[in-house]
């Protein structure tokens, strides 16, 4: 059974930092790209960062760019995500997402609020 487990969310206050995980299981971690992707209160969802297999490559959205960091580890079959500088723009349920040649998954979500 695939699963896409995401941990980390919570409330912060603005300029604060959180660090979302997500841990796989159930497929090859390792031959597919891991994405952020979230979802703030009203709104379709919205794209954050890609880290593919090898590492090396990592995308972000330009609202986070220089501000999050995505990572993996590979061994540990898991993805973070470094949020730092947080907005109240940022609040949202932040999904984990893998995808490889057709193939999706999706995680059930962590909510983050920003808020002073």
């Known amino acids: 059974e695939v699963q896409l487990v995401e941990s980390g969310g919570g409330l912060v206050q603005p300029g604060g930092s959180l660090r979302l995980s997500c841990a796989a299981s159930?497929?090859?971690?390792?031959?597919?790209?891991m994405s952020w992707v979230r979802q703030a209160p009203g709104k379709g969802l919205e794209w954050v960062s890609t880290?593919?297999?090898?590492?090396?490559?990592?995308y972000y959205a330009d609202s986070v760019k220089g501000r999050f960091t995505i990572s993996r580890d590979n061994a540990k079959n898991t993805v973070y995500l470094q949020m730092n500088s947080l907005k109240p723009e940022d609040t949202a349920v932040y999904y984990c997402n893998a995808y490889r040649a057709g193939l999706d998954y999706w995680g059930q979500g962590t909510q983050v609020i920003v808020s002073s």
């Open positions: 159930g497929f090859t971690f390792d031959d597919y790209a």
């Open positions: 880290i593919y297999s090898d590492i090396r490559n990592t």
